[in-house]
């Protein structure tokens, strides 16, 4: 069978550059699943994507459809005709649904059976339903109409380029007639590009000063980039998404250094690569210290014989900007940064909850009990805690909302505040994501730490529970940002009585009542997916869950100490014991017997597994009291001998009675000495 390239290229308007990828993965994604449908094969597939073009290029695609049978089973023979042998209704309606007559079903075999052979089609006669399906299935949000034409996408379209080998494919789609001129570049070579083959393709349109391969063009501005930063004596800040954006946003990429007058290096350097980086595109540098140079890459769409023209026109643009966030951060230094929290008295938190002034004074007296347990210094986790809201109301924030936290932070520098302080009003936003960098100072934890649990206990108090997918406040992200600040910079911190303070804190305005319990579950909860993250077994956190430790970091240390555990050879007997023994003590009627007396001992099995409980006893602990949970298991997997020996030989429901109560005191002392660790029973 014959096989031809194929290209596809859609002409439009400048396409959203944030949306390029999706929607040229998409377009691909398209094609390629309506290939398959069609049963047309070929090699390889690729997508072309620049701002004004979305193209995809198959190659050795098949140029005719196979022949296909489909073969559909009806009713029995039995159910398909009565005793005299006439059709009944089950037979009518399979040959109905067959379209076509009865006398044309095979009645031969046990089953009623049609079968029909389809003809291939022509591949250049299913192309163009293939590429019309893609397009319409685009992810876009809003399509738009253009002039008197019914036909809505997401940018006008301007032309469409179909080729299968050399030949056009004659179609018309969203209004534009399938031919083989593309555009070029629109200020280098606005005149139109004919693409001699779909193989010709990425060479005509470079001949024409387009790049149309995205890759390439990333690869360019990614390398010259980093050149044009070198000779700079610094290092250019290349945030992926930025760089995604900037290569969509040009068909001939040229980066050039431009620069603005030091006097703005002065205005947080935050604010200045915020403002360059989403309003203007630019890629800032940094020297070796992580200091802003006065100095930063554009990246320009054109080859200009006149460079300084360009590098003149960005500085021109960004002065302005600059500027603002220079007058913003002198006008807020006019006050003390602690001025602005009378703004905040007016600014809602939450309707129940009050003003972000009163969350700021409720976060400062939880960061001061947090910070106590935790060893950090109270005074100063109140402080910040107090001023933690304040950079809200400044005009920094106002125009530059992603710089909340580090406005605050440079504002209480200038006041005089302690630097832990100044620095946890930054931290208290961490960890800002999945991963994301923790708080460098306990005053920072206990605000952060704080200022989440005040979120959670606050909105589980009135009520608003996240549900699937909604979870307005990210309290989702505020537990599991409090349990990495505790596990990863091993803070001990008891939950349980944290978010008691933290509940109390809110007095008549949440409804205490189990409020403590559901918080601290929705926390502890939030666990169960990090560790099947992390590969460890839900039993594992099972186990430890079922002792409902209040500290994260003791929880952590326990089911790290259970993996290790389960390790061990004596694991899964050990595991068994611990559920035989879970079952039989369930059953007791009363209370169990605490106390194991050796005179009711009628078997040397029984002071063998007493002595060696006694023995393991006083091993571990000592490791109990100083968390050595790891070593305090593997002492406890020598009990496997005789544990396994007392089951072998001794009847725990003896019938005498007192016999009976000693030997479940006796279990119950077993089961207690891995009760300090989990309840390993849940493992089996």
């Not at 859609?10 to 377009?27: D, H, M, S, V």
């Not at 005149?191 to 890759?215: C, F, H, K, Q, T």
Request: hydrophobic share 45%.
């Amino acid at each position: 069978m014959s096989a031809l390239d194929f290209l596809v290229e859609l002409g439009t308007e400048e396409l959203p550059p944030k949306a390029l990828n999706t929607l040229a993965e998409a377009f691909l994604a398209g094609i390629d699943k309506g290939l398959q449908a069609a049963g047309l094969n070929y090699e390889t597939k690729t997508v072309y994507a620049a701002p004004r073009r979305l193209a995809v290029l198959i190659t050795s695609l098949a140029t005719q459809q196979p022949d296909r049978s489909i073969n559909l089973d009806g009713p029995p023979r039995q159910a398909a005709f009565d005793a005299e042998g006439n059709p009944t209704q089950a037979a009518l309606g399979f040959a109905k649904k067959c379209g076509v007559e009865l006398s044309e079903i095979d009645q031969s075999g046990p089953k009623l059976r049609y079968s029909q052979s389809i003809a291939g089609k022509p591949t250049a006669s299913l192309l163009p339903t293939i590429v019309e399906d893609s397009l319409n299935d685009l992810p876009i949000p809003k399509r738009m109409r253009w002039g008197a034409r019914k036909e809505e996408f997401v940018r006008p379209t301007q032309w469409l380029v179909m080729l299968l080998g050399d030949q056009v494919i004659d179609c018309t789609i969203l209004a534009q007639k399938a031919g083989r001129d593309s555009r070029g570049h629109r200020f280098h070579h606005p005149e139109s590009v004919r693409i001699g083959s779909p193989s010709s393709y990425l060479a005509d349109l470079r001949a024409a000063y387009v790049l149309a391969d995205a890759n390439e063009r990333r690869e360019i501005i990614s390398k010259r980039t980093e050149e044009l930063a070198t000779r700079q004596e610094g290092t250019a800040i290349v945030p992926p998404a930025l760089l995604d954006e900037v290569t969509a946003l040009v068909e001939w990429p040229v980066p050039l250094v431009c620069s603005f007058e030091e006097r703005f290096l002065d205005v947080p350097q935050e604010a200045l690569i915020t403002t360059m980086q989403d309003n203007q595109k630019y890629f800032c540098l940094l020297d070796a210290d992580g200091k802003l140079l006065p100095r930063f890459i554009t990246v320009a769409n054109i080859e200009s014989k006149d460079p300084q023209q360009i590098i003149a026109g960005n500085e021109k643009v960004v002065r302005p900007r600059l500027t603002d966030a220079e007058f913003f951060f002198k006008q807020d230094k006019k006050q003390k940064l602690e001025d602005f929290n009378l703004r905040l008295q007016n600014v809602v938190f939450q309707e129940k909850l009050g003003s972000v002034y009163d969350k700021a004074e409720r976060v400062s007296k939880l960061a001061a009990f947090i910070a106590q347990r935790i060893g950090g210094n109270a005074a100063w986790a109140a402080r910040a805690g107090l001023l933690s809201k304040c950079d809200l109301s400044t005009e920094m924030v106002g125009e530059f909302p992603e710089m909340q936290g580090v406005a605050g932070y440079y504002y209480a520098l200038n006041d005089g505040e302690p630097e832990d302080v100044a620095l946890a009003l930054n931290e208290q936003y961490m960890p800002r994501g999945a991963g994301a960098e923790l708080p460098s100072t306990l005053t920072g934890a206990a605000v952060a730490i704080a200022d989440k649990l005040d979120t959670l206990v606050g909105i589980f108090g009135i009520g608003m529970l996240p549900t699937g997918s909604k979870d307005p406040y990210a309290l989702r992200r505020a537990a599991l940002g409090v349990l990495r600040i505790l596990i990863e910079k091993q803070l001990d911190l008891d939950l349980t009585e944290a978010v008691a303070f933290a509940v109390d804190a809110f007095g008549t305005k949440v409804k205490a009542a189990g409020l403590n319990d559901s918080v601290l579950e929705f926390i502890f909860d939030r666990l169960r997916a990090r560790y099947e993250d992390e590969g460890v077994d839900v039993a594992t956190y099972l186990s430890v869950r079922a002792l409902k430790p209040g500290s994260a970091l003791d929880f952590d240390q326990r089911v790290q100490a259970v993996e290790a555990f389960r390790k061990l050879p004596e694991a899964a007997a050990l595991a068994a014991v611990n559920k035989r023994v879970s079952n039989l003590l369930s059953k007791v009627e009363g209370s169990v017997p605490t106390v194991v007396e050796a005179k009711y001992f009628d078997n040397a099995n029984e002071f063998s597994l007493y002595s060696a409980i006694q023995q393991a006893d006083q091993a571990v602990q000592p490791m109990a009291a100083s968390r050595q949970y790891s070593e305090s298991l593997a002492r406890l997997a020598a009990l496997r001998e005789p544990v396994d020996a007392f089951f072998e030989a001794v009847m725990v429901n003896a019938e005498d009675a007192k016999v009976r109560a000693n030997r479940y005191a006796l279990l119950a002392r077993l089961r207690g000495l891995f009760l300090g660790v989990a309840d390993i029973s849940l493992l089996g």
